[in-house]
């Protein structure tokens, strides 16, 4: 492969290197997108075979990102990936977000995602949230300037344990289902269409089937909300509390190098990517600048029983008052 038609200009972020990554890499260097950049902290493990489709047998104990940077290579010699070893934290977020266009996240925990929905908020960047848990895809296409965002649909982590892959599976299908949906999206975004922005898209691989249902803003979001609470990137908020019997919290995905709070700032004038500057000196958070103007805030409402999202509630004929629920699954992902 060579990369098909004309080369589309900008920088996708793909924060995991596993089973939506994978396929979504293929999809977009596919149509033509040249720059990849990529961050993950893993190895290639057996179990991982099945669903993370670049990898093969030999490549069990290498460094993921070594692995899928070659397989990516191999069939697109034009394409450039900018290897990021190591995870999105607080603190890598300032490093990784430069010259970004659009991120794809395709990760596999709570923690993850909301901090990726709250600097891609926070810096004006576009972002795909991608999700596969047992026979069940999510994607979500973001707007820089959210309304609705991630925290509209999800207000903030749960308390409990979350399964995903590794303790409830995923059918490999699903996963590059979900990584192909999210690639179909951040084109889409590559290109300028905001039409994709506002929707939820769902697919059940034991009926074979595939809906996109709309999704309101939340006026009472901390993240792009009227009143949004949240200007900075503070390490604390991205810690689970567990379920287990000791009741001690877990942080998960994070980084609190000597406890104090890192910041990030973003500058998004006129809506294109510029770059991003985190300020961790004496651990004084930097001030984000935000634009709240348009994009009038409407309604969603989530199930959080038990601490673990299951279904979200999304008006789908706003003239008719009707509404569905839309089940979204446990969350997460490949």
């Not at 809506?271 to 000196?281: A, K, M, Q």
Request: glycine share 14%; net charge negative.
């Amino acid at each position: 492969m060579s990369g098909g038609g004309e080369a589309i200009r900008g920088c996708v972020l793909l924060v995991g290197a596993g089973g939506i990554a994978a396929p979504a890499g293929l999809a977009l260097a596919a149509a033509g997108v040249r720059e990849l950049r990529v961050a993950d902290d893993d190895q290639v493990e057996l179990t991982n075979l099945h669903r993370q489709i670049l990898f093969d047998d030999d490549d069990v104990g290498r460094p993921k990102l070594d692995a899928f940077t070659e397989a990516l290579r191999r069939r697109f010699p034009g394409l450039r990936v900018d290897r990021r070893y190591g995870r999105f934290t607080p603190s890598a977020a300032a490093g990784l977000m430069p010259g970004v266009s659009v991120v794809v996240d395709a990760t596999d925990n709570f923690a993850s995602r909301f901090l990726i929905a709250d600097v891609c908020r926070l810096t004006r960047t576009p972002v795909v949230h991608a999700a596969a848990i047992r026979w069940r895809a999510t994607v979500m296409a973001v707007a820089g300037e959210g309304a609705p965002c991630y925290r509209c649909l999800f207000e903030d982590l749960p308390t409990g344990d979350a399964p995903d892959c590794a303790t409830a599976g995923v059918a490999g299908p699903v996963c590059g289902v979900a990584g192909a949906i999210a690639a179909d999206r951040a084109l889409a975004i590559l290109a300028g269409d905001a039409s994709i922005f506002g929707r939820i898209a769902t697919y059940d691989g034991r009926t074979d089937t595939l809906r996109s249902v709309p999704v309101s803003a939340r006026p009472a979001c901390d993240l792009c909300g009227a009143r949004a609470a949240i200007a900075t990137i503070d390490a604390s908020r991205y810690v689970v509390a567990c379920a287990a019997e000791s009741g001690s919290p877990t942080h998960v995905e994070g980084d609190r190098e000597g406890g104090s709070p890192t910041h990030v700032e973003g500058d998004r004038e006129g809506g294109s990517p510029t770059h991003v500057e985190g300020d961790r000196e004496g651990g004084s958070p930097t001030h984000v600048e935000k634009d709240r103007e348009g994009g009038s805030p409407t309604h969603v409402e989530g199930d959080r029983e038990g601490g673990s999202p299951t279904h979200v509630e999304t008006e789908k004929d706003r003239e008719g008052g009707s509404s569905t629920h839309l089940k979204t699954g446990e969350q997460d992902h490949g």
